[in-house]
Nanobody, 120 residues
Framework: QVHLVESGGGLAEAGGSLRLSCVAS????????AGWYRQAPGKQRELVAI??????NYEDSVKGRFTISVDNAKDTVYLQMNSLKPEDTGVYYC???????????????WGQGTQVTVSS
């Protein structure tokens, strides 16, 4: 079984920065793809950033401000968030496609979420 645990959320002022981490634990060979999702109060969960096959893509509102990266040596996914805005407030969830150590194992997993609040 694989578990994803996010950290790094908290309170930041507009214009500030936060770095979210998502550590994967279990029998992991590699993180094949990963994404960060955001759910603002009263809204649906939306994809913010994704990393797959060496390529990254971002939701338009965060382009140029957020950076997703995957460190397979540490089984960790990061989201560097700069120039934060109040509209970035929400619960941030990590999602990962994991390749297991044993052939044919792995799967898609979600973390429990971490709250990010940006004050104006």
């Amino acid at each position: 079984q694989v578990h994803l645990v996010e950290s790094g959320g908290g309170l930041a002022e507009a214009g500030g920065s936060l770095r979210l981490s998502c550590v994967a634990s279990g029998s992991i060979f590699a993180i094949n793809a990963a994404g960060w999702y955001r759910q603002a109060p009263g809204k649906q969960r939306e994809l913010v950033a994704i990393s797959r096959g060496g390529s990254t893509n971002y939701e338009d509102s965060v382009k140029g401000r957020f950076t997703i990266s995957v460190d397979n040596a540490k089984d960790t996914v990061y989201l560097q968030m700069n120039s934060l805005k109040p509209e970035d407030t929400g619960v941030y969830y990590c999602n990962a496609d994991v390749i297991g150590v044993r052939a044919g194992t792995g799967g898609n997993y979600w973390g429990q979420g971490t709250q990010v609040t940006v004050s104006s």
